[in-house]
């Protein structure tokens, strides 16, 4: 077994070389599984602090993708009530191991459920790269459906050349097309469906940068809009009136430093994601089954059985890009 320490770890996701916010959490519950087994400390309280330090190593990483602090919380839970070194330590790997178990039965679960929205003949947009989004597309193809997809590029990081490889991998007829094209294409579409890094209390979905201007085209061409989220992307602090963070990138993601450079005038803006308001969102598709966005409340409070309390202890979110965006529309 390969282990993935901690810094290693947090740069691949800092970096993108790991990415997908259902991907950054799985690897996030494997590092500090990996981190737990390896350490070498005398006793429980250096073991929590370590462990402590390593959790918040992680979750600096990334700030949008809620999966991350989720995982990670739900992981560090094994720690809660531990009597000794080696029972903490214990309780800390099988936290890791059932997370990532149940979180690679949620991607299964939603591609199946999320396939029965897909008809024969249907014609599917998709934005950026989810996994759970592709699960469902894929899905609808092997259980013998006739369709097609219009797959975006995804400036600046074209993620959707990596959402194009699997589809022709999985030999499903695509499109792909620039992100500025979708009102173009978007009546030779009957569905959109995508993945999301958040969902906030009211409904909205954080995704992708242009997730939001698609499901406004969506929207005025009363194409539907399903988003595909496992629970745990579902943000426990909305409730207590805390906004998600939206990551802005480096700028020469956008724009070479060296034509920047030329151009003093000129400010370029990269977030990373956008808020979709849950009005422009026919459904969010969990592992616990379908539900209109106006749910999102419920998902929180009964599905990740989190009370007021333990909101307060998850990380902090300390920064917004720009207003609410519509968060808490
Ligand atoms: P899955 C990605 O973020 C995309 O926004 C994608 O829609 C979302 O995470 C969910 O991905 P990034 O890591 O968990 O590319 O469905 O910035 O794979």
Not at 184 to 197: K, L, P, Q, R, T
Request: proline share 5%; charged share 25%; aromatic share 4%.
């Amino acid at each position: 077994m390969k282990l993935m320490f901690v810094p290693e770890t947090a740069e691949k996701i800092k970096s993108m070389e790991i990415r997908g916010a259902g991907r950054i959490a799985r690897a996030a519950a494997e590092a500090l599984r990996d981190h737990a087994l390896s350490l070498k400390v005398k006793d429980l309280p250096a073991f929590r602090e370590e462990m402590e330090r390593a959790a918040g190593l992680l979750v600096a990483t990334r700030p949008t993708a809620v999966s991350l602090p989720n995982a990670v919380h739900i992981v560090m839970a094994g720690l809660g009530g531990a009597t000794g070194l080696e029972n903490a330590r214990s309780g800390l790997v099988s936290r890791a191991d059932g997370f990532i178990d149940s979180s690679r039965h949620a991607v299964e679960k939603i591609a199946r459920f999320g396939a029965r929205h897909i008809r024969d003949g249907d014609v599917i947009l998709t934005h950026c790269n989810s996994e759970v989004a592709l699960g469902c597309i894929i899905e609808a193809h092997r259980s013998g459906r006739e369709i097609e997809v219009f797959a975006t590029e995804v400036r600046p990081r074209n993620q959707g050349h990596i959402t194009i490889r699997t589809l022709n991998d999985a030999g499903i007829k695509t499109n792909f097309i620039v992100d500025s094209a979708v009102r173009s294409f978007i009546h030779d579409v009957d569905i959109v469906i995508v993945g999301a890094d958040a969902v906030t209390v009211n409904g909205a979905v954080v995704n992708k940068i242009g997730t939001s201007q698609v499901a406004h085209t969506a929207a005025e061409a009363r194409v539907n809009m399903i988003v595909a989220a496992e629970t745990y992307k579902f943000a426990p602090r909305t409730i207590i009136g805390e906004l998600i963070t939206i990551e802005e990138r480096p700028p020469d993601e956008v724009l070479p430093a060296a034509i920047a450079r030329t151009l003093p005038c000129v400010t370029v803006r990269n977030p990373a994601f956008d808020v979709t308001p849950p009005e422009y969102i026919d459904l969010i598709v969990t592992e616990a089954g379908a539900i209109p966005p106006q749910m999102a409340y419920v998902i929180i409070r009964e599905y990740l059985g989190w009370g007021i309390e333990e909101f307060q202890k998850l990380p902090a979110i300390n920064h917004t890009f720009g207003q609410d965006n519509g968060q808490t529309e």
